[in-house]
C-alpha cells in the first residue's frame, strides 16, 4: 500500500482506502459504499483472494453502484467458474448470479512466479462489464438467485419435482 500511494501520489484520480470491503455480515462496508456514492461512476483494480472474491464481486454488483468495469486477478478456478457457459461442469450458481449483472472475460493467465512469494495456485485477470441493465427487473433478483441456488443444490434431480417444490 505504502509503495502505491508514493507512486500514485498528487493523481487526482485515484483513491485509496483501508478498510474491509466486507462489513462482516455478507454485505458491503458501510464506508466503501459511502466513498463509492461519492465519486459517481468508477472503475475498480483489485487482487481479490478466493474466499472474498464470489461475495465482493456479488455484492458490488447487488449494490446498484456506478461501476463502469471491474479488472480482477483471481484464482484460475474462480476465472474458470464466473466466465463459464451454461451446461458446462464449472457453470454454477456464482456464475448465474453474477452474469444476472455483467459479462466477465478472461484476460490473461498468470503463473504463480508472478507474485512473491508465489503461491501454490495460477491465477487470471478477468474483466467484469455490468451490464446497461440487468437481465431481469432488480426488484426479481432476490428471488431469481433463492430460485438458482436452490436449482443448483439439487443438480441430479428431476427438474420437474424441483419446479413443483419451488
Same mark, same amino acid.
Given at each position: $500500500?505504502?509503495?502505491? &500511494?508514493?507512486?500514485?501520489?498528487?493523481?487526482?484520480?485515484?483513491?485509496? $482506502?483501508?478498510?474491509?470491503?466486507?462489513? =462482516?455480515?455478507?454485505?458491503?462496508? !458501510?464506508? @466503501? /459504499?459511502?466513498?463509492?456514492?461519492?465519486?459517481?461512476?468508477?472503475? @475498480? *483494480?483489485?487482487?481479490?483472494?478466493?474466499?472474498?472474491?464470489?461475495?465482493?464481486?456479488?455484492?458490488?454488483?447487488?449494490?446498484?453502484?456506478?461501476?463502469? $468495469?471491474?479488472? *480482477? #486477478? /483471481?484464482?484460475?478456478?474462480?476465472?474458470? &467458474?464466473?466466465?463459464?457457459?451454461?451446461?458446462?461442469?464449472?457453470? =454454477?450458481?456464482? #456464475?448465474?448470479?453474477?452474469?444476472?449483472?455483467? #459479462?466477465?472475460?478472461?484476460?490473461?493467465?498468470?503463473? !504463480?512466479g508472478a507474485f512473491w512469494p508465489p503461491p501454490k495456485v495460477a491465477s487470471e485477470v478477468i474483466l467484469i @462489464? !455490468? &451490464?446497461?441493465?440487468? $437481465? =431481469?427487473? &432488480?426488484?426479481?433478483? !432476490?428471488?431469481?438467485?433463492?430460485?438458482?441456488?436452490? @436449482?443448483f443444490s439439487h443438480r441430479r434431480k428431476q427438474l420437474g419435482g424441483l419446479l413443483r417444490g419451488i
Amino acid at each position: $500500500l505504502d509503495f502505491a &500511494r508514493a507512486e500514485l501520489a498528487g493523481a487526482v484520480n485515484v483513491r485509496f $482506502l483501508h478498510a474491509d470491503v466486507m462489513d =462482516g455480515r455478507g454485505g458491503l462496508n !458501510p464506508l @466503501l /459504499i459511502r466513498e463509492a456514492r461519492a465519486l459517481g461512476p468508477f472503475k @475498480l *483494480v483489485s487482487n481479490l483472494p478466493y474466499s472474498v472474491a464470489t461475495p465482493v464481486l456479488t455484492s458490488l454488483l447487488e449494490s446498484a453502484l456506478a461501476l463502469q $468495469l471491474a479488472v *480482477v #486477478t /483471481i484464482q484460475k478456478e474462480l476465472a474458470e &467458474r464466473f466466465a463459464a457457459s451454461p451446461g458446462t461442469r464449472e457453470y =454454477g450458481p456464482a #456464475t448465474a448470479a453474477l452474469a444476472y449483472w455483467a #459479462t466477465m472475460k478472461r484476460l490473461k493467465k498468470l503463473r !504463480p512466479g508472478a507474485f512473491w512469494p508465489p503461491p501454490k495456485v495460477a491465477s487470471e485477470v478477468i474483466l467484469i @462489464l !455490468p &451490464r446497461p441493465q440487468p $437481465l =431481469g427487473p &432488480r426488484d426479481l433478483y !432476490p428471488a431469481y438467485r433463492d430460485w438458482v441456488r436452490s @436449482l443448483f443444490s439439487h443438480r441430479r434431480k428431476q427438474l420437474g419435482g424441483l419446479l413443483r417444490g419451488i
